[in-house]
DNA sequence: ACGTTACTTTGGAAAGC
DNA sequence: GCTTTAAAAAGTAACGT
């Protein structure tokens, strides 16, 4: 029928006149948090992709610009959690993380679980911590991981306990404090991971 | 040996009914004790029972949905209590209105902790909802049942959707059995 | 450093915005 | 899509002491 024509000839160019403003906010949010080229153009291409599956339709452009952006960042490896995300959208953590998704089971991205030890090169770089450190922080996360102590839990929570631990352990430490606030969660999550982490490794408290 | 199937127990039962014939909510408000009615939030009158405990929505259309009682035995229980005090108050309903039970919620444990993180790649990305920096369980959606099994790290597990007992002990045996097969239960 | 409360997720119906 | 109801799972958060 001509009115459902010209109704998808209407949606698209709106599509198409908000896009420019989608790409825009990608940018600006991209550039606020620090990420490379590569995670836009992936972004882009994810956003693309959910107008041309018009799954953009009851939801704010903004929203699902952050929520393409927090999935190009995992897709590159360089994963940001959701809080650091929404700190530099105008958009809530629940709603990012709800378009996020819907967006991702909708476009069959099958984003594969964050690892940990993603975070632990940028926190510690946050923290001022060396390579040895770093090193450590790693492999409390593999060993523990390995054990089953990572399901369920949340990826910084589970980062920032092994930075916290390692750094006890390589005698650089760092309050539990200093570690919660750089990876935006409280000292009382780091306290738990770090407990259950210490004890896997077998390292008498 | 304690089976999965076993383990089940029923959480929840969301039901909906009708006796057919328009209610004023307002005129039950002010007579039915402990009637809950905001009409400027929701349309519908909450009436809690305590035995069988469950709550259930009342609206002006006559329909009603019971919610929150452990079984389905409960829920008729919680609807007759309603039905009989809706007669005291001189509402005319006949004996047994048609009840549909529309959800049954269930949890079970089975027995294993469970590696989400292998979990959701061996049932399969695509049929999988697993972001522990969201939620700590994994959301698996199953066909036949058609029912949502969310799976924690601890091996137990909730199960939602379903329409029948059957279903939730079906959906139990039949994740037992996938999990198995990927060698994934302890 | 406790403890308590509360929020996150899943599913479904109802009437109305 | 939202509003309200109830209940489980386990993690995280935000209070108060």
């Not at chain 2, 905001?38 to 006559?62: C, H, M, W």
């Not at chain 2, 469970?114 to 990305?125: K, V």
């Not at chain 2, 045996?173 to 239960?185: A, F, M």
Request: glycine share 8%.
């Amino acid at each position: 029928r001509l009115r459902k024509w010209q109704e998808r000839i209407r949606t698209k160019d709106a599509g198409e006149r908000n896009l420019q403003f989608a790409l825009s906010e990608i940018d600006r949010m991209a550039s606020a948090i620090g990420v490379p080229r590569s995670v836009r153009e992936v972004a882009s291409v994810i956003y693309r992709r959910a107008l041309n599956e018009d799954l953009i339709r009851g939801r704010s452009i903004e929203g699902v610009s952050t929520a393409v952006l927090y999935a190009a960042c995992r897709k590159e490896g360089i994963p940001r959690s959701l809080e650091e995300i929404a700190e530099v959208s105008r958009v809530e953590r629940k709603e990012i993380g709800r378009t996020y998704r819907y967006i991702s089971q909708e476009l069959g991205l099958e984003m594969r679980p964050v690892d940990p030890k993603k975070y632990v090169p940028r926190f510690s770089s946050q923290l001022e911590l060396s390579e040895e450190v770093q090193a450590k922080a790693k492999e409390i996360i593999d060993t523990t991981a390995e054990q089953g102590l990572l399901s369920g839990k949340s990826p910084t929570g589970f980062a920032a306990a092994a930075i916290y631990a390692a750094s006890l352990l390589c005698n650089e430490k760092k309050t539990q404090r200093e570690v919660a606030d750089v990876a935006q969660v409280t000292e009382v999550t780091i306290r738990n991971r770090y407990q259950e982490q210490i004890e896997a490794m077998g390292i008498p408290t | 040996m304690s089976a999965p199937a076993d383990s089940i127990e029923i959480q929840n039962v969301v039901a909906s009914t009708g006796i057919g014939q328009e209610l004023d909510l307002e005129a039950l408000a002010t007579d039915l004790p402990g009637a809950d009615f905001n009409p400027d939030n929701f349309p519908g009158l909450v009436y809690r029972t305590q035995e069988p405990k469950a709550a259930a929505l009342i609206f002006r259309s006559g329909k009603i949905v019971c919610t929150g009682a452990k079984s389905i035995n409960d829920v008729h229980e919680a609807l007759d209590i309603i039905f009989d005090k809706l007669r005291d108050l001189g509402i005319p309903i006949e004996d047994a209105p048609a009840v549909t039970v529309q959800n049954i919620v269930s949890s079970a444990d089975l027995g294993h902790s469970l590696n989400l993180n292998a979990l959701a790649i061996g049932l399969g990305l695509e049929d999988v909802e697993y972001e522990p920096e969201q939620f700590p369980g994994l959301v698996y959606r199953m066909d036949d049942p058609e029912v949502v099994i969310l799976l924690f790290g601890s091996g137990k597990v909730v199960i939602t959707g379903g329409k029948t007992v059957d279903d939730a002990s079906a959906a139990v045996g039949l994740i037992v059995d996938r999990i198995d097969e990927l060698g994934l239960l302890g």
